[in-house]
């Protein structure tokens, strides 16, 4: 049972609902009925194409012989029709061929691709992220003869950062860079490299991190560098493979069918490669895109979550099991009937939603920091963003784990069989916390950097827009509105007075402060979610003005409500936890270690 249908109902809510179009650029798709035709297109792609290789890649695995990588069966085609979809060039400039679709329509077909098939996904993500690299820092010449094909989809991207001694910490890497003539050499090992190699697209082109002679120590002198798999010609064609090994491929828990390479630069002659950004400038530069890769990871946490709500509910209509509590039907009932397994659903159904919204209306901002009409609104975007960026990676990915093992357990001992793909949803879910900045340097970057920022002020801007909302709410005489709006206005005020207690902690003791930091994230995350369920019940409420018996509508704003009666409520306990829990922060390690 792996079927997959794209929510593409929810999906358009979000978009044509919860965010503002107020952009200069991309008008054309500001449509609703072509931002539908395509969520129907690639819904059917998604379902036809790529959902049934999920499994059967999970199975077959990957190979690795005269060191290239082999994907799958199926996967080389499937990428071919992705390619020939026009799917690959979608977030793409459109001077280099792209269709330059805003974010927050990109973020929903990413979130449609990586349900469908996470491991084909990554290396769009992957790809998407190098593309995004170049067009922010390459020189014209870079662009023109990276770009056309990066975005068409015919070579595809991957990032370099992490080595053995290097991981959360990109300080101590070690890879070098000499010049050579007016290009570089690259010596050094990589690990944990995603689609560092495979046989989809015909170049991959890497982008690696590294340090040149005499660079400062620490992140001040660490550069960024392209270094395709085969060199290219000046006309654009493909030379002789350059000096970059797959040394193996990494045998993982989870996205099986992605190929997780350790990669050697230089071991013969060194590894070609350009310069990208300025010298010393490359942390900078990956930091760029890897905010959006950040947002990307947490769409892939609601990706997981969507998956795994779906085979539940499959499963709990046919599979027979016990009566009926009350009665109300006769004889042996589906599992579905129990209020336990509502209770499951609801809660797997309700997260799902609130994250899918928080995402999308992230990936909004992205576009209105980028697009806005004035500049204040690009900066005020950008602030947003900046809080918003690490609570949707931490967050969504945190619950895409949590509803994925839900998912096993509405499945009873089928679900800890991996023939159903309850199993798989889980295993794959499991890196989402720790890639892109683990779950813990998010919680530490929204203390540290946002929280701070303004001595607290930009934080408690956000939090009083969000109240208006729940206000807004409130305001409706209809009771199941203004019953929202009330649990989510109190659960913003607990959260602001969470974030004061712990911002001044946070000048008074850091340790303490950052023992505090992954609940409050996670605080965040639930009590975000929460305004975005007031705010969808708000205008679905609006909406059933005209349309009073529209059955999406009407569910959204009951899985609104059960959204603050559960997730919600148990959010607010959070704050005890922030605050109090690790008061005695010196005996910790003591009773570690003890
Ligand atoms: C399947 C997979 C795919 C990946 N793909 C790529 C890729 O394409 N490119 C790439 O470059 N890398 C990739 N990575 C690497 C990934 O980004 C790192 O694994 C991740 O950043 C964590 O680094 P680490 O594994 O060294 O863990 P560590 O940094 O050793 O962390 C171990 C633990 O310590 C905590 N910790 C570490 N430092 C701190 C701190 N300062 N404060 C608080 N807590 C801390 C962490 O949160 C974590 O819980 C991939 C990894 C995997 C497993």
């Given amino acids: 049972m792996q079927d997959y249908n794209a929510p593409i109902e929810d999906i358009l809510f979000v978009i044509n609902n919860l965010t503002s179009t107020s952009e200069n650029k991309n008008e054309e798709y500001s449509d ?37 990588v082999r994907m799958p069966n199926g996967f080389v085609d499937a990428y071919d029709q992705y390619i020939k979809g026009g799917w690959a060039s979608v977030a793409g400039s459109k001077e280099y061929g792209g269709q330059e679709m805003p974010w927050k329509i990109v973020g929903g077909l990413n979130e449609v691709w990586h349900a469908a098939n996470m491991s084909f996904s990554l290396n769009m993500m992957l790809t998407q992220g190098a593309i995004e690299a170049i067009e922010a820092y390459g020189t014209d010449k870079q662009k023109a003869k990276y770009l056309p094909k990066m975005i068409s989809g015919e070579w595809s991207g991957t990032m370099n950062l992490t080595e053995s001694q290097a991981g959360s910490d990109l300080s101590l890497l070690k890879t070098k860079a000499i010049p050579q003539d007016e290009l570089y050499k690259i010596y050094g090992n990589k690990i944990y490299i995603t689609h560092g190699d495979q046989d989809m697209t015909e170049n991959i082109i890497h982008l ?104 539940a509910l499959n499963f709990s209509l046919i599979r027979m099991q016990g009566n009926s509590i009350d009665g109300a039907t006769e004889g042996t009932v589906a599992i579905i009937d129990h209020p336990d397994v509502q209770r499951m659903l609801m809660d797997m159904k309700s997260r799902t939603e609130a994250m899918r919204a928080l995402s999308l209306y992230t990936a909004n901002e992205l576009d209105l920091s980028k697009g806005a009409l004035s500049e204040e609104e690009k900066n005020k975007a950008q602030e947003n963003l900046d809080i918003l960026t690490p609570i949707v990676k931490a967050w969504c990915t945190d619950q895409g784990v949590l ?179 690790h008061k005695n922060v010196g005996a910790i390690l003591y009773n570690i270690k003890n």
């Fill in 32 to 68: 609703p009925e072509l931002i539908k035709q395509i969520f129907e297109e690639a819904g059917k792609f998604a379902s036809n194409v790529l959902a049934p290789l999920n499994r059967t890649g999970d199975k077959e695995g990957l190979s690795l012989a005269n060191g290239l």
């Fill in 208 to 311: 690696v991190l590294a340090r040149l002679p005499d660079a400062p120590k620490g992140s001040k002198g660490i550069s960024l560098f392209i270094s395709p798999k085969n060199m290219i010609s000046e006309d654009g064609s493909l030379l002789k493979r350059n000096d970059v090994k797959v040394v193996s491929i990494e045998h993982k828990l989870g996205t099986i069918a992605s190929p997780t390479c350790v990669l050697a630069f230089g071991d013969i002659e060194g590894a070609s490669a350009e310069l990208l950004a300025q010298e010393n400038g490359g942390l900078k530069a990956m930091f760029t895109m890897m905010n959006n890769a950040r947002l990307n990871v947490g769409i892939q946490g609601v990706s997981i979550a969507e998956r795994a709500y779906q085979q």
């Fill in 403 to 581: 509803i994925a093992s839900t998912g096993v357990q509405v499945h009873g001992g089928m679900g800890f069989i991996e023939e159903t793909g309850a199993a798989q949803h889980y295993r794959d879910a499991r890196i989402l916390p720790i890639y892109e900045g683990t779950n813990g340097i998010q919680a530490l970057d929204l203390l540290r950097r946002k929280l701070t920022m303004d001595d607290g002020n930009i934080f408690r801007r956000f939090l009083n827009e969000m109240k208006k909302d729940a206000e807004d709410c409130i305001l409706i005489e209809k009771g199941e509105l203004s019953y929202i709006g009330k649990k989510v206005l109190k659960a913003i005020n607990i959260l602001e007075e969470t974030a004061d207690e712990l911002l001044s902690m946070w000048k008074l003791n850091k340790r303490q402060a950052a023992s505090g930091a992954t609940p409050f994230i996670d605080m965040c995350g639930s009590i975000f979610g929460g305004w975005m369920m007031a705010k969808s019940a708000l205008k679905a409420s609006q909406l059933l003005k005209n349309d009073d018996k529209n059955k999406f509508l009407i569910s959204k704003i009951s899985t609104s409500s059960f959204y603050v009666d559960t997730v919600l409520e148990s959010a607010l306990s959070l704050k005890n936890v922030v605050t109090n829990a």
